[in-house]
């Protein structure tokens, strides 16, 4: 019996709906979620592998080398050409910003600081008296993220201009680790 053709194989991990919908991936995905199918001894991801199949452009896997195949849709499943689209990893970043899918301050998994705290750090700073390195010492963290801090190069989603308060209790618990 014949091996089915990788189009054939591609088409049977599909869950095709209507032209607008999302097409999504039923088969292996990777660790980050993205569908994976076996072409020639190497896994594609499904939408890029989408992409070629389907792009009006005749582009091929070497075309689109180094290049994003990002989804309007924000399904990392969905295979439906029409949500793809051709892009630079800074587009991809750009997009992703837009639709607000980007982790910023206390959201981001590993952060040692709440938004509270960047207040207070700026707040405390600002007051004077107290050194970078001080601050560093007493919020457990590196004095060049300090220097950051009150510079408003991270964490430019906390407005410097209004510092608020954080509760006493809150700040105990920070002291406290």
């Keep these: 019996m014949p091996r089915n053709t990788a189009e054939e194989r591609f088409w049977s991990y599909v869950d095709k709906g209507d032209e607008n919908e999302c097409w999504n991936w039923t ?6 979620r993205y569908g994976q199918i076996g072409i ?11 992409y070629v199949l ?5 582009l091929s896997f070497e075309d689109i080398q180094g290049c994003c195949i990002c989804h309007e849709c924000d399904n990392r499943a969905c295979v439906n050409p029409a949500h793809l689209f051709v892009g ?10 837009t639709k607000g899918r980007t982790a910023k301050g206390e959201k981001i998994g590993n952060a040692k600081l709440q938004d509270f705290h960047i207040r207070e750090i700026r ?7 107290v050194t970078q390195k001080q601050l560093a010492d007493e919020f457990g963290v590196s004095r060049p993220l300090i220097s950051y801090i009150v510079n408003n190069k991270l964490w430019t989603h906390i407005n410097p201009s209004h510092p608020q308060s954080p509760s006493t209790d809150q700040t105990e618990s920070l002291r406290s680790n």
């Design 27 to 32: 088969g292996h995905k990777n660790n980050d």
């Design 54 to 58: 389907h792009n009006p452009y005749g």
């Design 40 to 50: 020639d001894g190497k896994m594609i991801k499904s939408h890029r592998y989408s």
């Design 123 to 129: 707040h405390a700073y600002l007051a004077g008296g």
């Design 88 to 97: 630079t990893h800074d587009d991809n970043m750009i997009d992703k910003e």
